[in-house]
């Protein structure tokens, strides 16, 4: 770090034998630093700095040990604990993990969207409001998170994804499925809370490339997204307290089956007339097509 200072006092002319001395380290060093000011290894951190700056604006949940995991899974070889110093170096913490609050819980991140839904949980036509929001359940091996998309007109569930880690990855994989079943063709709105997942450049991005709107709710007010919280209550009695499930892969079987067969097409809603969300989307959409 004194080697600039070297290199500044010798241009106004102080020798820098002397300067060295004052300092306390041989001229040598200094001459082999100006050579080569950065080292091989100042280098290869600032290749990882940038590669676990992209990861944690990806995933702002992540740890440094899952950081770490994620480079040393695209190739890089390098230890945990060079991780950790490089995290703590540039202060990229988990927003789980965070300290500084006596609650003990993660402080709740800033809106990138405006709430464009203010609970008027109502929609006139397919694909024009989507919810989402996360929800998680344990098993013998550990806990289990879906994400799931609910169209506000139909209360059908048109996309999800079911993954061992609530990551940013889990969000992009539901938002991708709903747009690839329904290719919407107009304004969609996607609702959901401030949670990390929903804010990260990867869901904001493919949120972006389909052509969807951002919404999101208030701070702690459940109610914002209160229509999907209905959605998970459902699945919460109906799947995850109906027993102890062993595996994760036992629970995900049930979760799917639960919304493809018997949700989406076989249980009827007193708010859609009796209909299931597949017949009343196809009560609207069969007479529009012959109007059309």
Same mark, same amino acid.
């Given at each position: 770090m004194m080697f600039p200072l070297v290199a500044d006092l010798a241009a106004d002319g102080v020798p820098i034998r002397l300067t060295c001395g004052v300092l306390g380290f041989s001229p040598q060093a200094f001459y082999k630093w100006r050579s080569k000011p950065c080292s091989d290894r100042d280098l290869d951190d600032a290749y990882v700095t940038n590669a676990l700056v992209d990861l944690n604006g990806e995933d702002p949940e992540f740890g440094y040990r899952l950081l770490f995991d994620e480079l040393e899974t695209a190739g890089h070889q390098?230890?945990?604990?060079? &991780?950790?110093?490089?995290? !703590?170096?540039?202060?990229?913490?988990?927003?789980? /993990?965070?300290?500084?609050? !006596? $609650?003990?819980?993660? !402080?709740?991140g800033p809106a990138v969207h405006d709430d464009l839904v203010k609970r008027q949980f109502r929609a006139d036509a397919p694909d024009t409001v989507w919810l989402t929001d996360i929800t998680e359940h344990p098993t013998s091996e550990g806990k289990l998170y879906v994400c799931a998309i609910k169209d506000v007109f139909s209360n059908r569930i048109v996309g999800y994804s079911i993954d061992e880690r609530m990551t940013a990855q889990l969000a992009v994989t539901a938002l991708r499925s709903a747009v690839a079943r329904r290719a919407p063709t107009g304004t969609v709105v996607v609702h959901s809370d401030r949670g990390s997942q929903f804010r990260s450049r990867a869901f904001r991005s493919v949120l972006g490339a389909a052509g969807l709107t951002g919404s999101m709710g208030r701070v702690a007010s459940a109610g914002d997204n209160a229509a999907m919280e209905s959605f998970f209550s459902l699945l919460q009695? $109906? &799947?995850?307290?109906?027993? !102890? +499930?062993? /595996?994760?892969?036992?629970?995900?079987?049930?979760? &799917? /089956? +639960?919304?493809?067969? /018997?949700y989406n097409h076989r249980r009827r809603q007193r708010g859609l007339g009796r209909l299931t969300p597949v017949e009343f989307e196809l009560a609207f959409t069969q007479p529009a097509a012959h109007a059309a």
């Amino acid at each position: 770090m004194m080697f600039p200072l070297v290199a500044d006092l010798a241009a106004d002319g102080v020798p820098i034998r002397l300067t060295c001395g004052v300092l306390g380290f041989s001229p040598q060093a200094f001459y082999k630093w100006r050579s080569k000011p950065c080292s091989d290894r100042d280098l290869d951190d600032a290749y990882v700095t940038n590669a676990l700056v992209d990861l944690n604006g990806e995933d702002p949940e992540f740890g440094y040990r899952l950081l770490f995991d994620e480079l040393e899974t695209a190739g890089h070889q390098l230890s945990e604990r060079r &991780v950790w110093r490089l995290c !703590r170096d540039q202060r990229l913490w988990s927003t789980t /993990t965070r300290k500084g609050r !006596r $609650n003990g819980k993660g !402080r709740p991140g800033p809106a990138v969207h405006d709430d464009l839904v203010k609970r008027q949980f109502r929609a006139d036509a397919p694909d024009t409001v989507w919810l989402t929001d996360i929800t998680e359940h344990p098993t013998s091996e550990g806990k289990l998170y879906v994400c799931a998309i609910k169209d506000v007109f139909s209360n059908r569930i048109v996309g999800y994804s079911i993954d061992e880690r609530m990551t940013a990855q889990l969000a992009v994989t539901a938002l991708r499925s709903a747009v690839a079943r329904r290719a919407p063709t107009g304004t969609v709105v996607v609702h959901s809370d401030r949670g990390s997942q929903f804010r990260s450049r990867a869901f904001r991005s493919v949120l972006g490339a389909a052509g969807l709107t951002g919404s999101m709710g208030r701070v702690a007010s459940a109610g914002d997204n209160a229509a999907m919280e209905s959605f998970f209550s459902l699945l919460q009695k $109906n &799947v995850l307290d109906q027993q !102890r +499930w062993a /595996t994760r892969s036992e629970l995900r079987y049930a979760i &799917v /089956t +639960w919304i493809e067969h /018997t949700y989406n097409h076989r249980r009827r809603q007193r708010g859609l007339g009796r209909l299931t969300p597949v017949e009343f989307e196809l009560a609207f959409t069969q007479p529009a097509a012959h109007a059309a």
